[in-house]
């Protein structure tokens, strides 16, 4: 017999929020509806219905001399009775099972946004609210594990081989999903950025990292001083330079800025004892490592510090990330009203999604650009300063 009527019930019984746990007692009814008997006939809901009252596993309420029913009562003692007849797991077992796993996934995982998703995810589970594609929570559970390992970056196809022993599973079942719980509980994690630069905030890289640079900075790679300002239109610092390149202790800096976008940074004019870095939007882990390292060297000169970038929210997010991560001191260049107003002819109307968010930035360097693009409720892309 398949049991139509039970299966209605169980669903029931599992979207209440408190029945499914294991202290509810007492009896609950189930009313036989016009569209259940259109959906599943009238002859074998009289046939199911005879068959567990005559089990005992239920009560009826018949009308029209038995050949019609109003209710169907039951004791929620026999639910699991129900469950066995109908070979569904019960759902607290699931719950049961879920919140060990999590559990299990908390005590090996380390990293702060990882662990936070799993607290959520139990949160959830202990509210009834289980998981149901199970089998691709524990893929996901193994790739968490792979990211909570990683301390330097890695490819994603040798990640995804690594991990989850096979090139293209990440990309093609698993990295939506990441990116979604990253943004959702990842410090690090703007909701500007875009996917490759959230992977690359995990240490997932689809390329290697570079630093784009021209200017003074003088290094010291494999016991040979190497000065960049001898490549005076800039050049590339590969992720293996990035690794293994010493910043030499005496530097001829007194001037760091960072440019948002590539035109910018091709055309802007060296000047002696500036460093100029391409930031392309928000810097790689190893790039922020490598610069972190720089302003430790220069800690005790006398330097100064600038970002330039959009006039929008996303420029002014990436001005915040790169002045918490890197360089404190961080000042704007070309980033305030009288830049924005003078350049307003070239502005774009302000999206009324990125309008909210900015109404929400909290930055007092530059709180009066903030002020500028709600009033004018247009942006300007820094490419425009070059027309």
Known sequence: MKYEILERILNKFESSKTDWQEEATGNRSFRIQQELINALGKGSIIEEAKQLEQDGLWTVKWFNNRSDIELINYELKNIRKFYALTERTPKLDKVKKQLAYMKQQLNICRKSWIRAYYTECMNRIDQGKIINNWDQELLLGKCMCGLDQLQEPIFKRIFSRRYLHNSKTFEQKLQSRVISIAKRHHDDIDDNMDDTTILSQLLIEEYKQELEAKGNLLLNLEGKQIDLSEWRYGTVLNSETLKYAHICEKQKI??????????????????????????????????????????????????????????????????????????????????????????????????????????????????????????????????????
């Open 254 to 387: 007194q001037k760091i800025i960072t440019v948002e976008n590539k035109a910018n940074y091709v055309m802007m004019p060296i000047e002696e004892g500036t460093l100029i870095i391409f930031s392309h939007g928000y810097f790689s882990p190893k790039e922020c490592d490598f610069l972190r390292k720089l302003s430790k060297v220069l800690e005790n000169e006398k330097v100064e510090y600038y970002h330039t970038g959009d006039l929008d929210y996303g420029g002014i997010r990436i001005f915040q990330f790169i002045r918490e991560n890197i360089f404190p001191e961080l000042q704007p260049l070309n980033m305030n009203r009288e830049i924005y107003e003078k350049n307003l002819i070239e502005g774009e109307i302000l999206e009324e999604t990125k309008r909210k968010k900015l109404e929400k930035v909290e930055e007092p360097i530059l709180a009066d650009l903030i002020q500028a693009i709600l009033e004018q409720g247009m942006v300007i892309e820094q490419e425009s300063f070059l027309y």
